[in-house]
């Protein structure tokens, strides 16, 4: 085939039998964030390459392999967003809606784009749904973000598959006091470490804590440990987020490895990783990134966020069979029609029943047929009832109603009877 009859590798079509299971989990995460009062933020696709280098973090895996960038007509260098959190500080600031503390609690969903190896749970463009609050410092709402994944986890039924890790990085300086202990410990024992890890001893130590090299892991179990570095009111933040998850009944273990792969995070970070989806098992992650604003040109603001991926959370619940089977059930009502008049009636009679159940989850036959394939039809639509229209009916001023799905016999209703009559059989069915 033609390459430009491909889809880009990495980047995948959803197509009609997967949209009702992401329609289900957008929409159930949309809602859940509805009752907690955050508003959606929607931000463009691209932006100034710059505003990722300057949020993300020059030597991070995003910004040093993993971005779609690329030089518009205008000679500016202009990047596909690989994450969220970029755009909305950018958005806000432009805005001046933080501004004075005003608190801020905001989701975005969208497209991410990464230059990555696709494998399951892991390509090239993917979905986030992520929340981000400006304004508030305390512990209280690392724990509200906390807990809202929680309930949500429930409400999708998968909290026995997913795990909390939980760990505190501290303020940068005392990240940095840390960063010079480690870095002194790791030098002493350069040629114990793998190749990747002696190359961001330079750039990015604290990566080297989640290396997956087992000489290196080795290396590290004596070494300084981030805990003892962090900084008092980082301390009592851990503290109080910790207290509030054991009075909520969240379970979670401390993770002191978990560093997270952006440079932007303090204080709080968090994963939520499963064990069923091989190696791609975090689904959700966030932390506080109380310095980026002000890192970015604003006033001092502090925030904190999560995203998760949306991908991998329907990996999830298809591996586990939790994919509810009303949500393919898209139509309730099937209507077909033999013969120019009937077709007509029909016409009249499905706009009629729009007006009177607006909700009504109603197909019309298309392109006519015989009884027998527009009856296939019928069925293959997955509807409860179908309604029958042909020349008998029409001299009625009837129509037949027959249930597909075993609820009883075919019956003929008198056409000013039908919505009525309808209404209560799709609520018994
Ligand atoms: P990983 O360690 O798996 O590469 P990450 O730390 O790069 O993840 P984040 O930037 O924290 O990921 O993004 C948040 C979530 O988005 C991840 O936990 C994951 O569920 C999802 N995600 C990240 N990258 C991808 C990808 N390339 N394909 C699908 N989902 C992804
Ligand atoms: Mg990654």
Redesign the pocket.
């Known amino acids: 085939m033609s390459k430009s009859l491909q889809a880009i590798r990495g980047m995948n079509d959803i197509l009609p039998e997967q949209s009702p299971l992401w329609r289900y989990f957008e929409g159930t995460v949309a809602g859940l964030l509805d009752t907690y009062g955050y508003s959606q933020i929607r931000t463009p696709i691209v932006e100034f390459t710059e505003l990722f280098k300057r949020s993300i973090g020059e030597v991070t895996?995003?910004v040093e392999k993993e971005m779609y960038t690329f030089e518009d007509r205008n000679g500016d260098s202009l990047t596909l967003r690989p994450?969220g959190t970029a755009a909305c500080v950018r958005a806000v600031l432009e805005h001046g809606i933080t501004g004075n503390g005003q608190v801020q609690k905001l989701w975005y969903i969208g497209q991410?784009f990464?230059h990555?190896r696709p494998q399951k749970?892991?390509?090239?463009q993917?979905h986030?749904i992520g929340v981000e609050v400006f304004n508030l410092d305390g512990p209280d709402i690392d724990a509200e973000l906390i807990m809202l994944t929680w309930r949500l986890w429930g409400l999708l039924g998968i909290q026995d598959a997913v795990k909390l890790e939980l760990n505190s990085l501290g303020t940068s300086e005392a990240r940095a006091r840390y960063r010079d202990a480690l870095v002194e410990f790791l030098s002493a024992r350069l040629e114990q470490l793998d190749e990747d890890s002696q190359r961001r001893l330079k750039s990015n130590p604290l990566r080297i804590l989640d290396s997956k090299d087992q000489g290196t892991q080795a290396v590290l179990v004596g070494a300084p440990k981030l805990e003892d570095y962090l900084d008092e009111d980082s301390r009592v933040h851990f503290e109080g987020l910790k207290a509030r998850l054991d009075a909520a009944g969240i379970p979670f273990v401390i993770n002191t490895k978990l560093v997270?792969?952006?440079d932007y995070y303090s204080k709080t970070v968090f994963?939520w990783v499963t064990d069923k989806l091989g190696a791609?098992g975090?689904?959700?992650?966030g932390g506080r990134y109380d310095g980026l604003v002000e890192q970015m040109g604003g006033k001092p603001t502090t925030g904190v966020g999560f995203?998760?991926?949306i991908?991998?959370l329907i990996l999830l619940l298809e591996t586990l069979g939790k994919v509810p089977e009303s949500i393919n059930r898209t139509i309730d009502v099937y209507l077909c029609a033999f013969g120019e008049q009937a077709e007509l009636a029909g016409l009249r009679l499905s706009e009629g029943l729009r007006d009177r159940l607006p909700g009504l989850r109603l197909a019309v036959n298309a392109g006519g047929g015989s009884f027998k394939s527009q009856f296939k039809k019928a069925d293959k639509s997955g509807a409860l009832f179908a309604l029958i229209l042909g020349d008998d009916e029409l001299a009625k001023q009837e129509i037949g109603l027959k249930p597909l799905r075993g609820q009883g016999e075919q019956q003929n209703i008198a056409w000013d009877a039908l919505a009525e009559h309808l209404e209560t059989a799709i609520a018994q069915a």
């Open positions: 895996d995003i994450e991410m990464r990555e749970g892991r390509y090239r993917f986030q997270r792969g952006l994963e791609q975090t689904v959700c992650a995203a998760m991926g991908e991998r």
